[in-house]
């Protein structure tokens, strides 16, 4: 999509998500651990930049609130602006507390359903859900399903290939996954790739050495785009600051400040440096570097070293991959004896300092190394290069793409220490080659990787993924799973049990349901049912019922949206809290009176039995369950079906879900019933409609308020109901009745 195409000028609203970490607009605290890293600087310039492109109005970077005394207040912001166009949107979830991405996984939904609220209340949805990493992704993928519009995946690492290296260091497959739960990952990571309308890679490598090891692979559709960097923030260390508007004096100051830091490690400051920037994670292969430099005696007497591994206070609090190869480092540093020529600072600023400590190298004629197993992309690479420093870099992974385009250094097997010495040396004693690399560098930079450039890509693809969305079926005017888009514009909901309530009179339901048809830019409509979906559909159909907007099935523990009956997860996930079936069947077993159902009435939050109506056996149940302290809900209705669920399940607590996450005030929610089961859902703040052909059940609810007891039965019944309610009447408020 480029100026002029498709699309009128500054309309175009993006919404990027970059969950884990710690994502703040200045002074990142790149390095503090494995999950703020070049990710994390990588989507904030992304998002900056997209802002300043003429197609684009808004860009919301969605990221986690964290409210947490052990980081800064900075990130319990819920709005964080980057620019006019572009800004940084917290949503809670997971609690408020800092925990590694890994963490995270149980909680995704909620970061779902909590991006819908925001979504809704603020009127608009994004042209473009633009996900990051798997766990970005995820929240992506789920809201462009709900919306109907595109999906953009940018994966930044895989699990499948994150998995295999694990492995091949020596680690379990059970270990793997109790410290990284990669296989859930790669699970979410397969239908990423097939569900998503375009994949963001940054190399042809990713494609082919990561993306190739999934089983949906050939569903992707791939788009190199090699990402950006600020060229007036790396410029080449030769120039000026002013010719970059640097203030020069806080810059002339930032320099002293980093030669004074690596004065106190080295014993000779006037050799050239190897520099290495990255995290203290076992994959950036520090530990080789090291060993390379100590077993070289000529390299030592030739450069000092500089491995700048992150920020960090007191090792013994950090995390364990962290802290084992931080302890790795100082080990080997005494090993080899390299005091005096190896510097390990605490910490850096990113924003200031790194593009510094980059020109500094540069000035002293010395190579930027990326040891690393392997490397996705390697933007560090590419930050030093701009400021005219050669590399040394791994050949697994993107660097191989790096120098194919600049030819600004040298590739290594970054498991063999003695090439990684050789290649260091080579540029380090070599002046012209020294100088053809730099200069090959800071051009082939600007060349191939501008943030202008990148940007522009970034638009065309957004521009594939729209043209990939599935046009609106004419019958219906509705994309497949676009429901988002009609909860998000109607403002208020009917909820009605099927039997003896929708279904008992024909000619009632029919007028009922060109009612709502008639409102249907007002009001969504759905049923709440006891029976699985499969029987609903086969019921619905029997009577010749359209497909609502919202199924509530299985005694509420299933909550599934048309036209495609997708399932709401974030409801899955909220169920599974204290839910032990197992432990459910075995603590009943003994209880002569209840009988198991069908297999096929049995479901993951559903435990039913068949129950005599005697008048103690409902007290012997609870006893039973109570006594082993399980957590659970009943449901006893039509005096013998008996249904144990969650505790936070039932179709009232459904209801109540569905008024939370699509933002619909309760009194504008109408539920209609006949029977016990529906009992639960008709109290409360609704706007509550008891047929008149209800059950004796539901009798001791008579003269609760906000319960209206019809005289008219079936449909005929919720159309009274409508009436007493006044809830299609038009205007902002309806007139409810006590």
């Not at 605290?29 to 494995?34: I, P, T």
């Not at 390990?344 to 190579?367: M, N, Q, W």
Request: charged share 30%.
């Amino acid at each position: 999509m480029g100026k002029g195409k498709d699309r009128n000028l500054k309309d175009l609203y993006v919404q990027m998500f970059s969950i884990h970490g710690l994502v703040r607009g200045e002074a990142l605290e790149l390095g503090r651990d494995a999950d703020t890293g070049g990710q994390v600087k990588y989507v904030l310039e992304l998002a900056r930049a997209l802002g300043r492109r003429p197609e684009v109005e808004r860009v919301e970077l969605v990221t986690r609130l964290i409210s947490d005394k052990a980081v800064s207040k900075d990130y319990a912001q819920p709005v964080e602006p980057l620019s006019p166009e572009a800004r940084i949107v917290r949503i809670q979830c997971g609690g408020r507390k800092y925990v590694r991405k890994e963490l995270l996984w149980p909680h995704l939904d909620e970061m779902v359903d909590k991006t819908v609220k925001y979504l809704k209340k603020q009127g608009r949805i994004p042209d473009v859900f633009h996900g990051h990493y798997a766990d970005g992704g995820y929240v992506a993928r789920e809201l462009a399903a709900f919306f109907g519009v595109p999906f953009v995946f940018t994966g930044h690492s895989m699990g499948a290939h994150k998995k295999g290296k694990l492995m091949a260091d020596g680690l379990s497959e059970e270990e793997v996954n109790r410290r990284y739960h990669i296989d859930q990952r790669i699970r979410v990571e397969e239908r990423i790739i097939r569900d998503a309308e375009q994949i963001v890679v940054s190399t042809r490598h990713e494609i082919e050495r990561q993306y190739s090891l999934y089983e949906n692979f050939a569903a992707g559709h791939f788009n190199v785009v090699p990402p950006g960097i600020d060229i007036d923030t790396f410029y080449p260390y030769y120039q000026n600051q002013f010719e970059h508007n640097v203030d020069e004096e806080l810059a002339r100051q930032t320099r002293v400040v980093l030669l004074a830091e690596l004065e106190r490690f080295w014993g000779s400051t006037h050799k050239p440096f190897i520099l290495a920037l990255c995290r203290p994670d076992q994959r950036k292969n520090i530990s080789g570097l090291i060993k390379a430099y100590g077993e070289d005696k000529d390299l030592q007497a030739i450069a000092n070293l500089a491995i700048f591994a992150g920020i960090r206070k007191d090792i013994a609090s950090m995390e364990e991959n962290e802290r084992h190869v931080l302890t790795e480092m100082l080990l080997l540093m005494d090993n080899y004896d390299l005091y005096g020529k190896l510097a390990i600072p605490k910490k850096h600023d990113f924003t200031l300092e790194v593009p510094e400590l980059y020109r500094l190298c540069a000035d002293s004629r010395g190579v930027f190394v990326n040891p690393a197993l392997v490397e996705p992309f390697g933007l560090t690479l590419v930050e030093a290069a701009s400021c005219g420093v050669p590399i040394v870099a791994t050949e697994d992974g993107g660097p191989a793409d790096i120098i194919a385009n600049c030819d600004n250094g040298i590739l290594v097997d970054p498991t063999d220490s003695g090439r990684i010495a050789a290649a260091c040396k080579a540029i380090l004693v070599d002046r012209e080659l020294w100088d053809k690399y730099s200069r090959n560098g800071i051009i082939g930079v600007r060349n191939h990787y501008s943030w202008e450039s990148h940007c522009a890509s970034t638009i065309e693809v957004y521009a594939r993924a729209q043209a990939a969305v599935p046009k609106p079926d004419p019958a219906t005017e509705q994309k497949p799973r676009a429901i988002g888009k009609r909860l998000a514009g109607v403002d208020r909901l009917l909820i009605t049990d099927i039997d003896n309530t929708l279904v008992g009179d024909e000619e009632a339901m029919r007028e009922l349901l060109e009612l709502l048809d008639k409102h249907r830019d007002q009001v969504a409509w759905g049923v709440a049912t006891g029976r699985s979906l499969e029987v609903t559909l086969d019921v619905l159909a029997k009577h010749r019922i359209p497909v609502p907007d919202i199924i509530i099935a299985a005694v509420g523990t299933e909550i599934y949206y048309g036209p495609d009956f997708g399932r709401d997860n974030g409801w899955q996930q909220h169920l599974r809290y204290q839910w032990k079936p197992a432990a459910i069947r075995k603590a009943l077993a003994g209880l002569v009176f209840l009988k198991l159902q069908e297999d096929s009435d049995q479901h993951p939050f559903k435990v039913s039995y068949f129950m005599d109506d005697a008048e103690d056996n409902l007290a012997r149940v609870h006893f039973a369950l109570q006594e082993r302290k399980l957590h659970y809900t009943l449901e006893f209705s039509h005096g013998s079906f008996l249904d144990i669920l969650p505790y936070r399940a039932g179709k009232g607590k459904a209801l109540r879900y569905l008024s939370y996450k699509w933002n619909i005030p309760l009194n504008r929610i109408m539920i209609c019933g006949d029977s016990g089961s529906d009992a639960q859902m008709l109290r409360g703040d609704t706007c509550g409609v008891v047929v008149g052909n209800y059950s004796r059940e539901l009798e001791p609810l008579r003269g609760q308020r906000k319960l209206f007891f019809s005289k008219q039965e079936y449909a005929a019944g919720i159309m009274d109901g409508i009436r007493h309610y006044k809830f299609l009447n038009s205007g902002s408020r309806q007139v409810t009745k006590d």
